[in-house]
């Protein structure tokens, strides 16, 4: 079973930039694909971003496409998430997550981590 914690949240003001990661216990995380996925307060939680197994391919939602920015280092069990040009929109508890799929669908990610807050000031 793989373990996820979250970290790097905190809060900063619009047009600034936040850098999550994301630890993972087990040395197969380089056999998982990875998820960044947000719930905003009173929303259902949505996906943010995912990354292939070797770093290769990624895919992002349109809300943060060329702005945020996922990557991983598989000798560190670790992935990222690069947030930048941060707006209001984008405070939320943000989660990463495991799967073996190549999916967007949060109930394909079979592993969640704890979840770290993000909340951007106008």
């Known amino acids: 079973q793989v373990q996820l914690a979250e970290s790097g949240g905190g809060l900063v003001q619009a047009g600034g930039s936040l850098r999550l990661s994301c630890a993972a216990s087990?040395?197969?995380?380089?056999?998982?694909?990875m998820g960044w996925f947000r719930q905003p307060p009173g929303k259902e939680r949505e996906f943010v971003a995912r990354?292939?197994?070797?770093?290769?391919?990624?895919y992002y939602a349109d809300s943060v496409k060329g702005r945020f920015t996922i990557s991983r280092d598989n000798a560190k069990n670790t992935v990222y998430l690069q947030m930048n040009n941060l707006a209001p929109e984008d405070t939320a508890v943000y989660y990463c997550?495991?799967?073996?799929?190549?999916?967007?669908?949060?109930?394909?990610?079979?592993?969640w981590g704890q979840g770290t807050q993000v909340t951007v000031s106008s």
């Open positions: 990354i292939s197994t070797s770093g290769a391919a990624t």
């Open positions: 087990e040395r197969t995380f380089g056999m998982y694909r």
């Open positions: 997550a495991a799967s073996t799929f190549r999916t967007t669908e949060a109930t394909e990610f079979a592993y």
